[in-house]
């Protein structure tokens, strides 16, 4: 039991993956072939269900990779060693050795690590490699590596949400407000002729730009009135005179009110030029980022975990979710609306992941980078303070057991209760 706490401890603290790197010689072909063939089987069955599913599957993967490649890249650059850079947990399916690195892929899709050696002061290392372990280097070495896969996902979320606002648009007002479907039967619009198509121009006088105008503009007349419509059709100009009707609902109440009787809609992809689309992009990444600030605490809140598993419809703009709940989203964004919205969406996911690997526990890299700030501040010019792990090591039992039952409870609320 003791060796085992010990693995799971140095595994929690260590950044992942095995202090002991495994010899790639020793996986049976047999483990290799099923292993591969159940996650490859699985990510065919999502294509055939969802193509949109397995495109938006496919970008987490890549980007929990690129996750990876930023601290492999940054640790190597700054002169530290790596010993494994693994796709998946558990156990091993293929491996191979190139110099000192083993490269590989594990049963479990469920992430990713690198191993550099050297952590903390649990982590052993050979004396010849001291100098080369993430402990030795200097703070903004070893801040810059450990805050390289978030930094990364922040990336990913500027080239997707850049590359989709330049070539099919941003989400926004487009500046002009069309009739989003036919007239409500017996309604002033019908009756005046108003198509679906149509852009409104003005409402009695008031220039429409947004839907919330528009629906401001009836609301400021009453049942009986009647108002000048101008109507842009296929270029052509056209005023009409309708008299507004009542509410539907409302016509024997004190609540009475003018009914128009089409939806008018203003928002849809607008195409930006480069630099609009990096200046929206960075805008929207860090409203992304501070929402998603908002949503951590707000998931992590036990009374709101406890209400929505006892509840029969969970607020899903609450409730803790998993990539199975999101890729029932990506799924549904992808047949409404292609490729640009599964990317969106992606981008959105990138920023909450990076955001949320930042917590300042371990064994988030946002902990390690505590760690690493609080040694910083503890050291002096002539002595450099260690932390010592052991400490930490029950804290990041307790928050590695929250995040299982957040998992547990998120798959349960994704089966019972589908996003998509």
Do not use: C
């Given at each position: 039991?003791?060796?085992?706490?010990?693995?799971?401890?140095?595994?929690?603290?260590?950044?992942?993956?095995?202090?002991?790197?495994?010899?790639?010689?020793?996986?049976?072909?047999?483990?290799?072939?099923?292993?591969?063939?159940?996650?490859?089987?699985?990510?065919?069955?999502?294509?055939?269900n969802n193509i949109w599913t397995l495109v938006f599957v496919l970008g987490l993967i890549v980007s929990v990779f690129l996750h990876e490649v930023g601290h492999f890249a940054t640790a190597r650059r700054s002169g530290m060693?790596?010993?494994?850079?693994?796709?998946?947990?558990?156990?091993?399916?293929?491996?191979?050795?190139?110099?000192?690195?083993?490269?590989?892929?594990?049963?479990?899709?469920?992430?990713?690590?690198?191993?550099?050696?050297?952590?903390?002061?649990?982590?052993?290392?050979?004396?010849?490699?001291?100098?080369?372990?993430?402990?030795?280097?200097?703070?903004?070495?070893?801040?810059?590596?450990?805050?390289?896969?978030?930094?990364?996902?922040?990336?990913?979320?500027?080239?997707?949400?850049?590359?989709?606002?330049?070539?099919?648009?941003?989400?926004?007002?487009?500046?002009?407000?069309?009739?989003?479907?036919?007239?409500?039967?017996?309604?002033?619009?019908?009756?005046?002729?108003?198509r679906e198509g149509d852009v409104l121009v003005s409402f009695d006088g008031v220039a429409l730009r947004t839907s919330a105008d528009f629906v401001a503009a009836v609301r400021a007349r009453q049942p009986g009135d009647q108002?000048?419509?101008?109507?842009?059709?296929?270029?052509?100009?056209?005023?009409?005179?309708?008299?507004?009707?009542?509410?539907?609902?409302?016509?024997?109440?004190?609540?009475?009110?003018?009914?128009?009787?089409?939806?008018?809609?203003?928002?849809?992809?607008?195409?930006?030029?480069?630099?609009?689309?990096?200046?929206?992009?960075?805008?929207?990444?860090?409203?992304?980022?501070?929402?998603?600030?908002?949503?951590?605490?707000?998931?992590?809140?036990?009374?709101?975990?406890?209400?929505?598993?006892?509840?029969?419809?969970?607020?899903?703009?609450?409730?803790?979710?998993?990539?199975?709940?999101?890729?029932?989203?990506?799924?549904?964004?992808?047949?409404?609306?292609?490729?640009?919205?599964?990317?969106?969406?992606?981008?959105?996911?990138?920023?909450?992941?990076?955001?949320?690997?930042?917590?300042?526990?371990?064994?988030?890299?946002?902990?390690?980078?505590?760690?690493?700030?609080?040694?910083?501040?503890?050291?002096?010019?002539?002595?450099?303070?260690?932390?010592?792990?052991?400490?930490?090591?029950?804290?990041?039992?307790?928050?590695?057991?929250?995040?299982?039952?957040?998992?547990?409870?998120?798959?349960?609320?994704?089966?019972?209760?589908?996003?998509?």
């Amino acid at each position: 039991m003791t060796s085992f706490y010990s693995r799971v401890r140095d595994d929690l603290v260590g950044g992942g993956g095995d202090p002991t790197p495994d010899s790639p010689d020793n996986v049976p072909l047999s483990t290799s072939i099923a292993g591969v063939g159940v996650i490859v089987g699985l990510l065919v069955w999502l294509g055939v269900n969802n193509i949109w599913t397995l495109v938006f599957v496919l970008g987490l993967i890549v980007s929990v990779f690129l996750h990876e490649v930023g601290h492999f890249a940054t640790a190597r650059r700054s002169g530290m060693k790596v010993t494994q850079f693994y796709m998946g947990f558990g156990p091993r399916l293929f491996a191979w050795r190139r110099g000192e690195v083993e490269y590989g892929l594990r049963a479990f899709p469920i992430g990713a690590f690198v191993r550099i050696i050297g952590m903390n002061n649990l982590d052993e290392t050979d004396p010849a490699d001291e100098d080369r372990t993430y402990r030795s280097k200097s703070f903004p070495k070893r801040l810059l590596v450990i805050t390289a896969g978030s930094l990364m996902h922040l990336v990913i979320a500027l080239v997707l949400f850049s590359g989709v606002y330049s070539v099919a648009g941003r989400y926004g007002e487009t500046g002009r407000v069309e009739v989003a479907d036919s007239p409500y039967v017996g309604s002033a619009a019908e009756a005046a002729g108003v198509r679906e198509g149509d852009v409104l121009v003005s409402f009695d006088g008031v220039a429409l730009r947004t839907s919330a105008d528009f629906v401001a503009a009836v609301r400021a007349r009453q049942p009986g009135d009647q108002v000048e419509v101008v109507v842009d059709r296929n270029g052509e100009t056209l005023v009409l005179r309708p008299t507004l009707t009542v509410f539907p609902g409302t016509q024997d109440t004190s609540a009475a009110r003018a009914f128009f009787g089409v939806a008018g809609w203003s928002r849809a992809y607008v195409q930006l030029g480069v630099s609009e689309s990096l200046a929206r992009s960075v805008q929207d990444v860090v409203g992304t980022a501070v929402d998603s600030v908002r949503g951590v605490f707000t998931v992590l809140n036990p009374v709101n975990l406890a209400s929505n598993l006892t509840s029969e419809v969970a607020d899903p703009f609450t409730r803790p979710s998993t990539v199975v709940g999101a890729s029932q989203i990506g799924g549904d964004i992808g047949r409404e609306e292609g490729w640009k919205g599964v990317l969106i969406l992606l981008g959105a996911v990138n920023v909450f992941v990076g955001v949320f690997n930042m917590l300042p526990l371990l064994p988030f890299d946002g902990g390690h980078a505590a760690v690493a700030i609080y040694e910083r501040i503890r050291s002096s010019r002539t002595r450099r303070y260690q932390a010592d792990i052991r400490k930490l090591a029950p804290i990041a039992t307790a928050v590695v057991a929250l995040l299982v039952m957040l998992l547990v409870a998120g798959l349960y609320l994704d089966i019972t209760q589908p996003l998509g």
